[in-house]
């Protein structure tokens, strides 16, 4: 069992009663929990999944991209007396079934989700996270209070797709698993020669495959998306609770498991409490420095960071633009040089990624004008925050003297310096700024020409090159960069 201090305590992080017992409001707040390699898990408080992107298990297949709803969630049922009581929610056409949601007395983030549910003078409290650096998450069931032992049992629900679709009947996906030899691990395999997920919990596995029919994604419908999705079930686990009692279910595309998921579980609320500065007082300061953790990856090399949730991924240009409070505020300074070393080996004809494509596939896409400007200006922060002179001056130096070289040659999409001195790009069909949203053939905010925060960001570079010029003995070089800026 955990030390008490870990036990749910509700502070400025926990939602009141109100909230988690009205089912419009506990929908609406949505939950997640990362693993530093892209994968997540992610839903609501009421439990109701109300997107794609919701998961007990998101893996990165190829990380930090390749993410698949692996695992949709665990379907859980407490046995009181002889009494089943539901403690799941989903939404169906038309309905909302079963009533789980009325069980959810709490909810708090501190630090890791966790809900308190009561059922008559039985409390539970329920935990859910994901073991750093692996595609693994784990539920951490505790019975509180009860005046004697109940059954939960806990039935896991697949999906098995890449996490932009959605999984519909599927004949050919098996539902039988593999039990070890104290039937307590289930190994399914769902397709020859595919990924392998391992389902564990501390009591006996009941095979009983099915499918269940018409779970319905609401947010879905306000993108212009199908929202149905039918999942499938290998059977259910018993699990017996004594009070006092915890029992972790864990599920992994690993191929194990770690072999102790209380100190797995330690650790990360160890180190989720540890992402906090020492001093600091602010409870919402202290809720920043815990949620942007959730978008850097820092278990690949070089470290990503995530463009957004749930479905963004590592992009060029807000990588760079959120880079000083990602890294530099935190003071993560060696990932922070790891990632800009990265971006200076990237640098092509002037230009960086705008993006990977999902699912880790060959080629990034050059198609940014402003990513290679944001370069400059994380490239000054950093040196600025971490008075690393050497590693600006010859690593960054020659990769932001290269994008102004090309800059000013001119390069892809029309990219180029004009007579005026002033970053000119763009044409018919392109979206080279932030605002790039394009469908078909169709370009929303084309921004040809010289946009403002460009040559904003242009000036900037130009002036962050001329300083790191003259730490280099550059004074010429500095001079008439800073002559051309003061032109721009």
Same mark, same amino acid.
């Given at each position: 069992?955990?030390?008490? =201090? =870990?036990?749910? %305590?509700? *502070? #400025?992080?926990?939602?009141?009663?109100?909230?988690?017992?009205?089912?419009?409001?506990?929908?609406?707040?949505?939950?997640?929990?990362?693993?530093?390699?892209?994968?997540?898990?992610?839903?609501?408080?009421?439990?109701?999944?109300?997107?794609?992107? #919701?998961?007990?298990?998101?893996?990165?297949?190829? $990380?930090?991209?390749?993410?698949?709803?692996?695992?949709? #969630?665990?379907?859980?049922?407490?046995?009181?007396?002889?009494? +089943?009581?539901?403690? &799941? &929610? #989903?939404?169906?056409?038309?309905?909302?079934?079963?009533?789980?949601?009325?069980?959810?007395?709490?909810?708090?983030?501190?630090?890791?989700?966790?809900?308190?549910?009561?059922?008559?003078?039985?409390?539970?409290?329920?935990?859910?996270?994901?073991?750093?650096?692996?595609?693994?998450?784990?539920?951490?069931?505790?019975?509180?209070?009860?005046?004697?032992?109940?059954?939960?049992?806990?039935?896991?629900?697949?999906?098995?797709?890449?996490?932009?679709?959605?999984?519909?009947? =599927?004949?050919?996906? %098996?539902? /039988?698993?593999?039990?070890?030899?104290?039937?307590?691990?289930?190994?399914?395999?769902?397709?020859?020669?595919? !990924?392998? !997920?391992?389902?564990?919990?501390?009591?006996?596995?009941?095979?009983?495959?099915?499918?269940?029919?018409?779970?319905?994604?609401?947010?879905?419908?306000?993108?212009?998306?199908?929202?149905?999705?039918?999942?499938?079930?290998?059977?259910?686990?018993?699990v017996a609770l004594q009070p006092g009692e915890d029992a972790h279910f864990a599920v992994t595309c690993e191929p194990t498991l770690p072999a102790d998921l209380v100190a797995a579980e330690r650790a990360e609320v160890a180190r989720l409490r540890s992402l906090v500065p020492e001093g600091e007082t602010?409870?919402?300061?202290?809720?920043?420095?815990?949620?942007?953790?959730?978008? +850097? !990856?820092?278990?690949?090399?070089?470290?990503?960071?995530?463009?957004?949730?749930?479905?963004? /991924? =590592?992009?060029?240009?807000?990588?760079?633009?959120?880079?000083?409070?990602?890294?530099?505020? $935190?003071?993560?300074?060696?990932?922070?040089?790891?990632?800009?070393?990265?971006?200076?080996?990237?640098?092509? /004809?002037?230009?960086?990624?705008?993006?990977? $494509?999902?699912?880790?596939?060959?080629?990034?896409?050059?198609?940014?004008?402003?990513?290679?400007?944001?370069?400059?200006?994380?490239?000054?922060?950093?040196?600025?925050?971490?008075?690393?002179?050497?590693?600006?001056?010859?690593?960054?130096?020659?990769?932001?003297?290269?994008?102004?070289?090309?800059? +000013?040659?001119?390069?892809?999409?029309?990219?180029?310096?004009?007579?005026?001195?002033?970053?000119?790009?763009?044409?018919?069909?392109?979206?080279? *700024?932030?605002?790039?949203?394009?469908?078909?053939?169709? !370009?929303?905010? $084309? +921004?040809?020409?010289?946009?403002? /925060?460009?040559?904003?960001?242009?000036?900037?570079?130009?002036?962050?090159?001329?300083?790191?010029?003259?730490?280099?003995?550059?004074?010429?070089?500095?001079?008439?960069?800073?002559?051309?800026?003061?032109?721009?």
């Amino acid at each position: 069992m955990l030390e008490h =201090d =870990d036990s749910l %305590r509700f *502070t #400025h992080a926990a939602l009141d009663a109100a909230t988690v017992g009205d089912l419009t409001s506990a929908t609406a707040r949505e939950w997640l929990v990362t693993n530093g390699l892209g994968g997540f898990a992610s839903g609501t408080v009421s439990g109701i999944a109300t997107r794609r992107y #919701h998961g007990l298990l998101v893996a990165a297949l190829a $990380p930090p991209r390749g993410r698949h709803v692996l695992v949709s #969630h665990v379907e859980e049922t407490l046995t009181v007396d002889g009494r +089943r009581v539901a403690l &799941s &929610s #989903h939404a169906f056409p038309g309905a909302v079934h079963p009533d789980g949601w009325r069980r959810v007395e709490g909810f708090a983030l501190d630090p890791l989700p966790t809900w308190r549910l009561r059922v008559g003078g039985v409390t539970l409290e329920r935990r859910v996270f994901m073991v750093r650096g692996q595609n693994t998450t784990v539920v951490r069931y505790r019975l509180v209070e009860a005046a004697s032992p109940v059954l939960l049992t806990l039935r896991p629900f697949g999906a098995f797709r890449d996490f932009h679709a959605h999984r519909r009947h =599927d004949p050919s996906m %098996r539902l /039988e698993v593999t039990l070890d030899a104290e039937g307590r691990t289930a190994r399914w395999t769902p397709y020859p020669d595919w !990924v392998t !997920v391992t389902l564990q919990a501390p009591g006996p596995f009941a095979p009983s495959p099915d499918w269940w029919w018409n779970f319905e994604h609401a947010i879905e419908r306000e993108r212009g998306l199908d929202v149905i999705e039918d999942l499938a079930t290998p059977g259910e686990f018993l699990v017996a609770l004594q009070p006092g009692e915890d029992a972790h279910f864990a599920v992994t595309c690993e191929p194990t498991l770690p072999a102790d998921l209380v100190a797995a579980e330690r650790a990360e609320v160890a180190r989720l409490r540890s992402l906090v500065p020492e001093g600091e007082t602010d409870a919402r300061v202290a809720m920043l420095h815990r949620a942007v953790d959730a978008y +850097r !990856v820092d278990r690949t090399e070089p470290p990503a960071l995530l463009a957004g949730y749930p479905w963004f /991924e =590592d992009w060029g240009r807000d990588t760079l633009i959120a880079f000083t409070g990602a890294y530099l505020v $935190p003071r993560r300074f060696d990932e922070g040089r790891r990632l800009l070393a990265a971006f200076a080996r990237y640098v092509s /004809e002037g230009m960086l990624p705008n993006r990977f $494509p999902d699912g880790g596939g060959g080629h990034a896409d050059y198609n940014t004008v402003d990513a290679p400007v944001w370069f400059f200006h994380a490239a000054r922060r950093y040196v600025q925050y971490t008075r690393d002179v050497e590693f600006g001056v010859t690593v960054l130096r020659p990769a932001l003297a290269e994008v102004e070289r090309w800059f +000013r040659r001119g390069t892809r999409y029309n990219i180029h310096v004009g007579d005026d001195g002033l970053v000119y790009a763009g044409g018919p069909g392109t979206q080279l *700024t932030w605002m790039d949203a394009k469908v078909g053939d169709t !370009v929303f905010t $084309p +921004r040809n020409g010289a946009s403002v /925060e460009v040559n904003a960001l242009w000036h900037a570079g130009l002036l962050t090159l001329a300083w790191l010029a003259e730490m280099a003995d550059g004074a010429a070089e500095a001079e008439r960069l800073r002559r051309d800026a003061e032109r721009v």
